[in-house]
């Protein structure tokens, strides 16, 4: 159990869009999660001035005692610092756009984490997230907790399990509890009384048991995402998955469902499972990138400004849902060793028992003062282990690629990839990927 009561916390992307909206969740449990001192950090200054502005307000406005450092300077960030929230977004929209529109030529899903996407911005992630690692173990609290967001998760996680196998790293992912949420609306419960059975890779999982407190709600819930997804009932849903892609994200949910009635996908799987659907419905000109550009960061980037200019706040930035309040509760757990139970990655170690121990897999957890306790699921049926296999495959092939620079194990991660038809496919979008990735990866040979 931690000594400590009052705790330095970073931010790590502190420039990030997503950053209000945490400060905000941080806030609203300012009583139970208490703070020594808020730190921003991020390597790009004028962004992350930009968002500050906001932070300070909303910090001003809620808790005016916190002190808050905004900073780009490694040893001021991490010193003596208990929990790093990781959210680094390498190459920034710019080079997301890019990671969606390449594949998409070819024919091939472009998408943020999956596919030849993920896999580039992958190559870009490791060695900053290696960096990080290293600034913590320099600097922070022998006790120090890095809570990672920074995508591409199931890569990031497998590449730090391997590179810094001691680091007090804790990968976690949003999908899963987003998902959650949308079953309590469907449920009408509170996502807080749903205990989830789950097994899967980060953004590649499937639910196997809903259960409200005790009472297992599995095959009602079943029976309403074949029929309308996970789109609640009301349409009820938070101000980040009301984009209309979204919207068809959570309703392709009930083509799986209706195929493969075992378990409930998550979302991610349609990239996997549904492809040329996917690819016919995406915009080519136009991908997600540009509809969180001229969404979310332009929303924050017009509040800062019309704040500079009129005093005025307005608090849409600052909406807090599953993605704040999650990495927030997760936090606490590991601080007071609450033991919540949590959907996490960790290496599998046996819980999958017929997946590889060194997996680095997503299921249900105990989060205590020392880490993750993950449950036992046991075996999982041919079908969920061939898919499973194949992608942990492409993404151990994409972290040794990165490791050794090789663009042999670069090829073949890609060629893996289940979105991706075929070899030549993989070497076109691989080589244009290399040629718009050259101030990111690694050199490979
Ligand atoms: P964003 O571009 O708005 O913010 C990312 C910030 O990271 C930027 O300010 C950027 O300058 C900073 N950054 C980039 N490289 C850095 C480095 N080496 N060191 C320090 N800072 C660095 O992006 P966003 O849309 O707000 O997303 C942030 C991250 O969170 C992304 O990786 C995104 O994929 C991830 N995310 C993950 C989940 C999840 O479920 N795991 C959910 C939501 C967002
Ligand atoms: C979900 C996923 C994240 C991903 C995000 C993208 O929350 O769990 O891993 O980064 O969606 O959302 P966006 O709104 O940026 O497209
Ligand atoms: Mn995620």
Redesign the pocket.
Known sequence: MKKKTNFNLVI???????TPGIVKSLLDKKDQFKLEQLRL????KE??DKVAVLVKKVVEMFDPELEVVVTTEPEEAFSDADFIFA????G??KMRELDEKIPLKYGVVGQ??CGPGGLAYGLRTIA?MV??IDFCEKYASREYWIVN???P?AIVAKAMHRLRPDARILN????PVAIMRNMANILDCDRHDIVADYFGLNHFGWFTKIRVGEEDRTEELKAYVKEHGYMPPDERSEVRHNDASWKHTFDNAKYLMRMFPDYLPNTYMQYYLLSDQIVKDANKDYTRANE?MDGR?KRIFDTVDKYLATGEIDMTPFFTGV?GEFIVEVAMSLAYNLRKRHLVMVPNCGSISNLPEDAMVEVPAYITSEGPEAVRVGEIPTFYKGMIEQQEACEKLIVEAAIEGSYEKALMAFTMNKTVPDAFTAKKILDEMIEANKEYWPELK
């Open positions: 790590v992307g502190g420039g990030s869009t997503y950090y991020d390597n790009n962004r992350q959210q680094m977004r390498v920034l929209y943020e984490t900053p960096e990080i967001y920074s995508n998760a976690i992912c949003d999908m969180v960061e993605h």
